[in-house]
């Protein structure tokens, strides 16, 4: 065998530990035992320390599936408990047997392979007695049947993403040749096995709450923070979604990890989008609408829903975004999200010409708003999903410049403006921001003041490089597109503007050179 070239006992070490074992002609199923013998043999490791790392657990993890298996509240375990064990009888605590049989089924082994001759000089005589016994082959008297040890490959607690063959403790039976005891015995056994099968599970409830707390704190960062960051961080976390639905789950814990997984996909495609990736950002999005549509989940279809219809805006199909917004906002869902689909809506059928339609939308919204009928904090607490009080006036703003009702446009986007102005740095939606900066630009272009619009877009233009997103770069091209065709005023500053607007493209990680003589759409 080549000698291993990591840190010895390191997760690299282990990982090509594996690969070596695989190329020696290991099967799966037995590729952790190999792993742990390993361990021992080469990194001197005591065997209860080399079962856990041969299973890729931590001590929290083991912890937590230790808890899960006793289902006792007196008996919730700690990591720190689990060390102690492994560190007996140097130090630490003496785990009993009952506590080495658990720790088997974690690791999906036997309780005697977790012994050494260590443990067995400090051992009380009973413990030794049972140990023989149970090395000899007989009939471990304080464990059920349908509780033998699984091999390393079976789906287990313990060894998530390593699926192996059906639980070895669940015994044909031929009806016919069968006794009445043997029958009601073995019956028992099948029974207890498949259950304890279908109940073991990959994940606990504590890391399910911290995934979703992470994924809820990446779509806050987001309004503020730039995006190459924030892709990884939910790529970081998508891929551990991934690794645990691959394992084996309760169904409700299934059903929420789905879920999670559906809003990763969307925050990303959405990330995506703003980074110019439109064809990551749709593989993205298709995820999410499968992981939705698995979980059976209505909130996840709606965030679904919420950033198809953004897609749809940013590629110029108006009327089908409005038509993905006006179906994800179709039930009772007085909340934030169905406020950000009937903006959406309202903003998509302004793009497409449909101006009554338009107007007679931002109306339903402001009497919806007005009654208190969509609940949310409005200060951006919620992230992407749910507008804050400036994004939602950007979106009136905007919907009313593209239908033309100007004066009250640029009423509504200099009160988005001041809103984001006086919004905490860390909630503050930098893209609506200067979304909202160039479109009140346009308004006072319309207006014959481009004076004011020249002073309204210095801080567009003073927006870090990895700020400058897809959005950004294609409104600051259709003003420059407006500017161009106005008064003689405007087509000076569009000169200026232009001047400054291809090295400020080139900059950005998006990049998309200046839009030459057509009209491109804004991806709000």
Known sequence: MKELQHKPGSKPYRRELREQLKALGFPADRINDAVATALAQLCHMRPRTARRLACELSLDEVAARYSALRNDAESRMRGSRIWDFEQWPARGVHPTVRTLRTLADIYGTSWVQLVDIEDLRHMPEEDR????????????????????????????????GHPGPPDPAHRPLRLRETGTAELMAVSGENALGTARHVTTTNVDDVTVEQLDRELRDAGRAYLHASPAPVLLQLTQLGERMAELLRGQQRPSQTVRLQALAARCSALTAWVCDDLGGTSAARAHLWAASMFAGQAEHDDARRWVSVVRSRLAFSDGDFVESARIADDGARGEWPDGIKSHLLLRRARALARAGQDDEAREALRAWEEGNRKQMYFGTGNGADGIFHLQSAQQRYFVGA??????????ALQELLTALDLFDKAPAEVRAYAEHALSRIDTARAFLTLGEPSEAHEVMEPVFALPPERRSRCVLTALNELLLVAGGDSPFGRRFAAEWGM???PYASRAPAPQGRAAGTSVPTCA
């Open 129 to 160: 007695e049972l140990y023989h016994r149970r090395l000899a082959g007989d009939a471990d008297p304080q464990q059920p049947p349908a509780s033998r040890p699984r091999t390393a490959g079976t789906a287990t607690a313990g060894c998530p």
């Open 399 to 408: 919907a009313l410049l593209d239908v033309r009702d100007i004066h009250p």
């Open 500 to 502: 400054r607007a291809d």
